[in-house]
């Protein structure tokens, strides 16, 4: 538990590891944070931040989390944060981003690694924490989580179906801001947003 100075002395967080079940060494760190509104009721977001090689934490203390660092060092509410209405994981991924961490051997080479990773997680996590199992669940992200986001879900959907003994992540659906998803489209367009149609230029004449 991590206690705040106030005006967060009321926010609920758990920092700490989980060891994914796939993977011989690997720990994903992960900051989570209690529901301001219904806890016990609130859905469970995922937040994953880009990169590729991006912290969560960067979002957590700078973006979307219930509070923003000053630069004194003391904690400002931010009054949208997404634990206003939801529980809330910020977590570093792939290992070695942040402050998660694994063994040489446990190497990923593609997306669907990455969605594997984040499905043990998230059963390391709800085992952990089992008031989340069935709770109505969401994956989001921004920016590479475009590519992070979907391969989360689309690992789970399939998972959710298996006969096994794994209980079954609540996927409800997923949400991606300012997503890098196909970086040739995306990148020839740039010309396109800096002068549109709308005359809103994001360059200068100069």
């Known amino acids: 538990m ?5 005006p967060l002395r009321h ?3 758990e920092a700490g590891y989980i060891k994914l079940a796939n993977k011989q060494d690997d720990h994903y760190f992960y ?6 509104g219904s ?3 609130d859905p469970l977001v995922l937040w994953l931040s880009g990169g590729p ?3 969560s ?3 957590l203390l700078v973006e979307n989390g219930p509070c923003t660092i000053q630069p004194d060092l003391s904690t400002k509410l931010n009054p949208y944060s997404w634990n206003n209405n939801t529980n809330v994981i910020w977590l570093d991924q792939l ?5 998660s961490f694994g063994s040489p051997a446990d190497k990923d080479y593609n997306e669907t690694n990455v969605g594997e990773n984040i499905y043990w997680f998230l059963q390391g996590f709800m085992e952990k924490h089992p008031q989340y199992r069935g709770r109505e669940f969401f994956v989001t992200g921004e920016s590479y989580g475009g590519h992070y986001v979907p391969a989360a879900a689309h690992y789970i959907w399939p998972r959710n179906k298996a006969e096994d003994d794994t ?5 409800q659906g997923l949400a991606i801001g300012n997503g890098l998803t196909n970086e040739l489209i995306q990148y020839a367009h740039n010309q396109d947003m800096n002068h549109n149609r709308y005359n809103i230029s994001l360059l200068t004449d100069a």
């Open 57 to 59: 934490m960067f979002a």
């Open 95 to 99: 290992a070695g981003v942040g402050f």
């Open 167 to 171: 209980p079954a992540i609540n996927l």
């Open 39 to 41: 806890p016990a009721t």
């Open 11 to 13: 926010t609920e967080s």
């Open 2 to 6: 991590v206690v705040f100075p106030r």
């Open 53 to 55: 090689g991006g912290s």
């Open 31 to 36: 900051w989570f944070f209690e529901s301001r």
